[in-house]
């Protein structure tokens, strides 16, 4: 008896554990997972065409993805954020970041999805990946 009550708490550790480790990765996304809208991209290439792309073309964001791998995407948002533009960082809308940072993605060929991106509502759950 003693034993099948020990193999039966360790079936449900297991279970238990297994459960946990599969909702972890479910939660855990890439930017090939459509982590921003069309309507995002849309309002951002407004953005980047007005106060970016003198300094900063597609391929410079392909290699700044790039040397930003598998980490969170709120990561670089808040760099670009405190960074840009050069001239006077900060000074843009937290939405115009986010749409120019959509944009970014668009131009290097991450895919478009439902929802849109989002400081505040999972981007540290986001990773970044280089371009293909």
């Known amino acids: 008896m003693k034993n099948a009550m020990l193999v039966t708490v360790k079936y449900a550790l297991f ?6 480790a599969l909702a972890a990765s479910a939660q855990e996304k890439t930017l090939h ?25 597609m391929q410079y964001y392909s ?4 040397s930003w791998q598998s ?9 670009i954020m405190g960074q840009m533009p050069a001239d ?3 000074s843009m809308m937290f ?3 986010t749409e120019v940072l959509a944009y970014i ?6 895919p478009a999805g439902d929802t ?9 759950q986001i990773k970044i990946v280089a371009p293909d």
């Open 15 to 20: 279970v238990a554990g297994s459960v946990v």
């Open 33 to 57: 997972d459509g982590v921003f809208t069309e309507a995002q991209a849309k309002a951002g290439e407004a953005v980047y065409e007005q106060r970016c792309v003198t300094c900063h073309d």
């Open 63 to 66: 290699n700044v993805l790039s």
């Open 71 to 79: 980490q969170p995407l709120l990561y670089l948002w808040e760099a």
């Open 88 to 90: 006077n960082p900060g």
């Open 95 to 97: 939405s115009e970041y």
């Open 105 to 110: 993605l668009d131009g290097n060929g991450f």
């Open 116 to 124: 849109p991106l989002d400081p505040d509502q999972g981007m540290d």
